[in-house]
């Protein structure tokens, strides 16, 4: 199995010779029940205060060509909890695509005094960058077993690149025990043609549809366990979902773990440093055949959050936790 994963660049080359269709995939986090807005616009504003977040995913370690991606987000509320604001960067590279994506968030906040809760309505608009560098690619010389870089000449080794704007929307509800969001990040099935010229590839932008469900259950003063799950459901994609258990002590350290529907199981840590910043770190032990290749995922985050006196003065900001 070792050495078959060296020519995982060949087999895709060969498949680009056909006439492909195919979905490109949102990248899977095991950390994105701390940041939220990553999957839906409406969480924007939900921290209330000023926060923002960056995530990095290394995955599937040793396999050569696996996803590395690299999120960061900024939210915060304003006009006195009625409205937030979010910001999206992100960058994800798989083999030799890369996919830069760009997203603003909006959500419109509404307090709902018969449940203590807040319903906020969102949406967002941006783009993705998808380059695809295929003179990165080696393959096996010919008649002699080893391996080399193509000529420039080849008309299939070429660089492309295509920039697709998109917009999504979403709903959450949270109040201080429990939340349920619904969300679809991208609405337009857009169609990327990697090589107009030779037609080699079609990929869509095809709809993810996202529903998380989180409560909290008090267990003793000092600590607390929150559920959560998460469905993601695409289009042309088989259906998937996370469960996951968070024990947190003191407000200040949560231990967790997670199960992932085919893929395996993750664990879960999370660090109070001060009022300020927080981190954190997920391990994927994949359960899957990929475990045979790779020792499994890695994920680290790391938040900033900061309440401003002239935007949040008088407003509660949630726990993180």
Avoid at 114 to 142: C, R, W
Avoid at 239 to 262: H, Q
Wanted: hydrophobic share 40%; charged share 15%; aromatic share 12%.
């Amino acid at each position: 199995m070792k050495n078959i994963t060296k020519y995982i660049p060949i087999i895709l080359a060969l498949l680009m010779t056909y006439d492909l269709s195919a979905q490109q995939q949102r990248p899977v986090q095991s950390l994105y029940m701390f940041d939220q807005l990553l999957i839906n616009p409406a969480y924007a504003g939900s921290q209330v205060q000023l926060s923002a977040t960056a995530i990095y995913r290394n995955q599937w370690v040793n396999l050569e060509g696996a996803p590395k991606t690299l999120t960061t987000s900024l939210q915060s509320s304003l006009l006195r909890g009625k409205m937030g604001v979010g910001l999206v960067l992100a960058k994800d590279v798989i083999g030799v695509h890369e996919d830069f994506s760009l997203f603003a968030s909006y959500s419109y906040r509404i307090k709902m005094k018969s449940t203590g809760g807040t319903l906020s309505m969102g949406l967002q608009a941006g783009f993705n960058s998808i380059q695809s560098d295929f003179t990165k690619t080696t393959v096996p010389s010919v008649g002699q077993g080893g391996s080399g870089t193509p000529g420039t000449s080849d008309p299939f080794y070429r660089a492309t690149n295509a920039l697709n704007p998109n917009f999504g929307g979403g709903f959450f509800y949270t109040n201080k025990a429990f939340y349920l969001g619904l969300s679809a990040p991208v609405l337009l099935n857009n169609e990327i043609i990697q090589d107009t010229e030779l037609a080699l590839e079609t990929i869509k932008n095809t709809r993810t549809y996202f529903v998380s469900i989180g409560n909290t259950f008090p267990m003793s003063k000092d600590f607390k366990v929150i559920g959560s799950t998460l469905l993601r459901f695409q289009e042309g994609a088989p259906f998937s979902f996370d469960v996951n258990a968070n024990g947190v002590f003191k407000e200040t350290v949560g231990l967790g773990i997670s199960y992932r529907l085919v893929e395996g199981f993750v664990y879960l840590f999370e660090l109070k440093i001060n009022e300020n910043f927080h981190v954190g770190y997920a391990y994927d032990m994949t359960t899957s055949g990929l475990g045979r290749v790779s020792n499994g995922s890695h994920e680290f985050l790391l938040n900033y959050r900061i309440k401003i006196p002239s935007l949040h003065k008088g407003l509660e900001c949630p726990s993180y936790f």
